[in-house]
């Protein structure tokens, strides 16, 4: 059975950065309750982040391959786990070994469509009271960050090599890694054949297939995402959040997370906010005792789509603490802002994020953070090449189809009383339209927002809109008469099958086939 002592000892430092991209994009995450203006407190924002961090789930979405060849090398590839929709993958770890316990490591990620690379060479030993195999020592000057765009050889005292080799044999330890020694110390580990060789100062040596080593790795990721689930899931217990708004100033934010007896803290992140742009100066994120301390800075622009909030961050800059890692960060940049892009998106997918308006300004007012809307929201519509059944819930400057849908062949939609399809007038919210186009292209429709709408149906086949931001369950539709819509019978195209499906809820941007026994009145929501 899992524990909270266990818990304390394991935990994915990985978080942490997480909490970074959660809390500059903290504005965007809250869930707005008002159409015009919303504001919240410290402790609002404090007890919003700590809900969403406990609720995380941290899984294996992709079991490992192993390959074992003839040139003396383990290829271990194809392993995932997956945390608040972000995934995090080992794209390829390659082990060489020359019969010793010397051991060549180059491991390629695959996080957030980028693949950054890490070599280094170590030292393995078998520690008999645990029954597995250590890390003895890393080579000093084996260590090298690789990216597309460039690469990082830190510069590291002998203390910081034995926390880095304490941290990985503490991560050894949590996954319950067992090994059984025929007799003395390890001496030799190779690649012989397809077998995986480890030989012994007495007793025969230990062979294994490639098949026991993946059941081995499954093993220990399974319980290593058991484990930072625990962890997250605990609440503030060895990771701690502390939230603060400078009366209009900013809004201030330190945590700390404690995991594999390594502290790991973050102080000084102050953001301030100018209508939609979040920027943070001279943030400290520091590791261990806090002799390793960086600072940063960072600017990201808060954005909105159709009541789905993003951020596009513009910049994200390093102190001189360290020069070598501040040189490997301007290399990176572009790379690296687009993870962190990506990172907000996955996780606004994966908890289902929305506004209720999208806020054109938000700002600290007295000891609050206020979002605030002017009345006029952008919205979003892809269009794939071909016929797409899309909606408009907004009322645009122009409502002429040629304005709305710019550049499109052909609209239509359904008149329901003469049964036939006809070229619409204008575009409103309640109606459903087909829109032509031959190339692939996304329109941007601004306008008010429509929450809600009445419409009055026909008997018989209906082409119907959406409201903002909302999806409406087709359960919870009202109508007048009631029974009057034929729940099991709405349906939507998808473009991408060329083909209906049943829908259970009308989302904002789609447009829905509906039919009804009678005539009626369409209450949305």
């Known amino acids: ?40 407190t410290a402790l609002q924002i404090h007890d919003w982040l700590v809900d969403t961090i406990s609720s995380t789930d941290v899984t294996v979405t992709t079991e490992s391959t192993v390959h074992l060849d003839t040139d003396h090398r383990m290829v271990i590839d ?71 765009d460039g690469s990082f050889s830190p510069t590291l005292s002998e203390d910081d090599l ?51 080593i993946e059941g081995k790795l499954d093993g220990m990721v ?11 899931q605990a609440g503030e217990v060895d990771w701690n959040i502390a939230v603060a708004v400078v009366s209009d100033t900013s809004l201030d934010i330190d945590a700390s997370f404690t995991a594999f007896g390594i502290t790991a803290a973050l102080s000084g992140f102050n953001i301030e906010f100018d209508t939609l742009t979040a920027s943070i100066e001279n943030a400290t994120f520091s590791i261990g005792t806090g002799t390793k301390t960086v600072t940063f800075s960072a600017v990201g622009e808060i954005g909105c789509s159709g009541g789905v909030p993003s951020v596009a961050m513009a910049s994200l800059t390093l102190g ?41 300004s938000i700002a600290v007012v007295g000891t609050n953070v206020v979002l605030t809307s002017s009345g006029t929201e952008s919205l979003d519509i892809r269009l794939l090449p071909g016929w797409s059944m899309v909606s408009v819930p907004v009322v645009p400057d122009d409502p002429a189809p040629t304005a709305v849908f710019a550049g499109a062949a052909a609209v239509y939609t359904w008149d329901p009383q003469a049964k036939s399809y006809v070229v619409p007038l204008a575009v409103v919210p309640e109606q459903g339209y087909w829109v032509y186009v031959t190339s692939d292209r996304t329109i941007q429709v601004t306008g008010a927002p429509v929450t809600e709408w009445q419409s009055q149906l026909l008997q018989g086949w209906n082409m119907v809109g959406s ?21 099991n019978a709405v349906y939507r195209w998808d473009p991408v099958l060329k083909s209906y499906i049943a829908s259970t809820a009308v989302e904002p941007g789609k447009g829905y086939w509906m039919t ?3 005539d009626y009145t369409l209450s949305m929501p």
């Open 467 to 487: 409201i903002y931001a909302d999806s409406v369950l087709v359960q919870n539709l009202s109508d007048n008469p009631v029974n009057s819509i034929v729940r």
């Open 320 to 360: 001189d603490e360290h020069p070598g890692l501040r040189d490997f960060i301007v290399d990176i940049e572009p790379a690296l802002l687009d993870a962190i892009d990506q990172a907000v998106d996955a996780i606004v997918t994966s908890t289902g994020l929305t506004w209720t308006f999208c806020p054109t």
């Open 516 to 518: 009804t026994v009678r």
């Open 1 to 40: 059975m899992r524990t909270v002592q266990r818990i304390r000892k394991h935990a994915p430092r990985l978080l942490l950065t997480l909490t970074v991209f959660m809390a500059l994009s903290l504005s965007m995450f809250a869930p707005v309750v008002s159409a015009d203006t919303t504001s919240y």
């Open 222 to 232: 399974t319980t290593l995402a058991e484990k930072a689930t625990d962890y997250l």
């Open 78 to 148: 194809d392993l995932s786990l997956t945390a608040s929709g972000i995934d995090v993958g080992l794209f390829e770890l390659r082990l060489e070994f020359d019969d010793s316990p010397t051991v060549k490591a180059l491991i390629t990620l695959a996080v957030l469509g980028h693949t950054p690379k890490a070599k280094c060479i170590f030292v393995v030993e078998y520690d008999d009271s645990k029954h597995n195999i250590q890390v003895a020592s890393i080579q000093s000057d084996s260590l090298e960050f690789i990216t597309t």
């Open 162 to 212: 034995n926390t880095i080799v304490n941290v990985v044999n503490r991560i050894i330890d949590a996954s319950e890694l067992s090994v059984t020694s025929p007799g003395g110390e390890l001496i030799g580990v190779d690649v012989i054949g397809a077998q995986l060789v480890t030989t012994w100062t007495a007793g025969d040596p230990v062979l294994l297939t490639a098949a026991e």
